[in-house]
């Protein structure tokens, strides 16, 4: 016959008697550590006042491994679009973003809507909701962009903005997305905050392993 042992008993009980002291403790304290958070303040370092958000947006976005451009005008932006294409090889340059084609019109740059066809390079340009200078970072959405396609299937993503959409914040980006749509927001909204990287192979940090290889800013003047 086995004789299975369970321990001393008085050992047990005294064990017992610990934990459930213990339990007693945890359940009579009542009492919230975090009553001195606030969750409204802003996590961020505020800008130095002389530098402000336009500075610092374009700083960091370069620090992301961005390439930022400004032009003064549109009309600066569309000659200087004409040598791009042809010097980086950006044909055909795809877009179904309705801003840009309305940019693009009269121009002589044709715009390709098809993001399905397999090609060696696949450069996309669209225009965006917000730049976010605590980050560095460019919010795009399904709505603007015209798809998903347009940002997320492309080997270099260009992107067409002005300085007014340049806020300070996340929430100021999340704010101002609200005050556009409304309740009709949209499907898809996602921060790019430059090229894709990737260490899965070989633990070695490889650019553009698994999405965007490139990705350009044309800060444009508004008109």
Sequence with gaps: MKIFSFGNLSERTNKEQILAKVREAVLAKDENLFTDVNMKADTWTPFKEEDGADFTFVERFKNNGGIFVYFESQADFINAMKQYIVENQWEPLCSTSMKMEAVFKDSGIELCR???????????????????????????TDKCAGSRAAYSNVDT??????????????????????????????????????????TEIDNQLVIGAQGIKQIALFLVEEE
């Design 114 to 140: 098809d993001y399905t066809t397999k090609r060696k390079k696949t450069v996309s340009i669209v225009d965006c909701e917000s730049l976010i200078a605590h980050t560095g970072s460019i919010m795009i």
């Design 157 to 198: 993503l260009l992107v067409f903005a002005s300085p007014s959409q340049i806020v300070a914040s996340m929430k100021d980006a999340l704010h101002s997305l609200k005050e556009k749509y409304g309740s009709s927001k949209p499907t898809e909204t996602v921060i790019i905050s430059g090229a894709s990287k990737s």
